[in-house]
């Protein structure tokens, strides 16, 4: 909290009214549930966004990237969307959609900093969304829920800066916890915590990084997600009625002449993997950690040979992982970096999946990186006021 003050202070030459603190999010089972309105399974990343807001008296918006010495800048009247300005266009949405929804606000100056800014993709771009919103709330606009603003975030990065994201992943950041992962029925936007006791666990769940380039899936699955929406549109003009993701899978096999065999496979895989979320909550509630393993290696095979939206580096990790005895299962996580995966394994194999990393990296030039994952840290908020501190 400290440093992202401190270097709000360099840039902008005054100490900043708010400070937010959001945790990254990753989703280990169900990502691609919203499809079909079914459940998902997520979890604090051990990363975080910092978002530090101050308040100008002119009509410009000042942005630091800190982490990248990144500078942005836009008058508040005339907001655009404008590519080359990248990250900015988060922070421009978030404006807009405030704007549209009768929040106007004054203008400010913002810093950026946090560990999760090294990373790529959704996750990254959710969290400047959301955090930028939550701290405009905090400079001006306190009667906003929390949930307001998540919505707020979704819209500014979904509509005004046509970025792919998830209404649950903003959800989530909210609600993350170190003790616990979150299973959220997407239909109703509710959730249930899992206890996750990491001290307890006689398996270890490791982050590996597959140091692919953070392109190397992401037109995949961008196209596998356009797919999916497709398929799931004439899905629910076949059966209007009634939770599509109660869907049998009889019924959808029985189809004929409506849906594409293309359309019928992407719509089995997403309905399982939402069932599978689901599953693999309650088997990690009841503590059975071999049952939930089976199901993180039932999701890989899924997105390797039915989505195809693996690669072979990735294919190569898991496989590696799965051949090892005290290996429970192992699967991609596509909110991570680009080629994260989950591995379930005993204490004792984690010395010998090292070895196995290092023949990895002779073979893909590749030098992985793994640590164990810790759930850690929550959303935060801080308002400097005359010299107090309050948290909201």
């Not at 065999?261 to 950690?289: N, P, T, W």
Request: aromatic share 8%; with cysteine; glycine share 6%.
């Amino acid at each position: 909290m400290k440093q992202i003050a401190e270097l709000h202070q360099l840039e902008h030459e005054e100490k900043p009214k708010v400070v937010v603190t959001v945790p990254g999010v990753y989703t280990f089972l169900g990502e691609f549930a919203d499809y079909c309105k079914g459940y998902t399974l997520c979890g604090a990343a051990p990363l975080a966004l910092e978002v530090a807001i101050s308040p100008r008296t002119d009509q410009s918006v000042r942005l630091f990237m800190a982490p990248m010495k990144d500078r942005k800048r836009f008058n508040l009247q005339n907001i655009k969307f404008r590519r080359e300005d990248r990250w900015a266009n988060f922070i421009k949405g978030v404006v807009s959609v405030l704007n549209g929804r009768g929040f106007t606000t004054g203008a400010f100056n913002v810093t950026l900093a946090g560990d999760l800014l090294s990373k790529d993709g959704a996750m990254v771009n959710s969290a400047i969304a959301l955090g930028v919103t939550l701290a405009i709330r905090g400079q001006y606009h306190h009667d906003l829920t929390l949930e307001d603003c998540a919505a707020i975030a979704y819209s500014a990065l979904s509509t005004f800066a046509n970025e792919d994201c998830r209404l649950v992943m903003f959800l989530a950041m909210l609600q993350v916890r170190h003790d616990s992962l979150l299973l959220y029925d997407v239909h109703h936007l509710t959730f249930e915590r899992i206890p996750y006791e990491v001290s307890a666990n006689s398996h270890v769940a490791l982050i590996v990084e597959s140091r692919i380039s953070p392109h190397a899936l992401r037109e995949e699955l961008a196209i596998r997600r356009r797919e999916s929406k497709l398929a799931f549109d004439h899905l629910r003009a076949i059966f209007p009625s009634g939770l599509i993701r109660d869907i049998s899978e009889q019924d959808i096999k029985e189809t004929v002449g409506t849906l594409s065999e293309e359309e019928k496979r992407i719509c089995l895989y997403v309905l399982s993997e939402s069932k599978l979320a689901k599953e693999g909550a309650r088997l990690l509630a009841q503590k059975d950690m071999v049952l939930y393993g089976k199901i993180l290696s039932r999701v890989q095979a899924g997105l390797r040979d039915v989505f195809e939206v693996t690669c072979p580096e990735i294919d190569w990790l898991t496989k590696r992982a799965i051949e090892l005895n005290g290996c429970l299962g192992a699967t991609m996580i596509t909110t991570g970096s680009s080629g994260t995966i989950l591995v379930l394994l005993s204490r004792e194999s984690i010395a010998l999946y090292i070895t196995r990393m290092e023949e990895y990296e002779h073979i893909f030039g590749f030098r992985p990186t793994w640590k164990p994952y810790v759930p850690v840290g929550s959303l935060k908020i801080h308002s400097y006021n005359n010299g107090h501190t309050s948290n909201k």
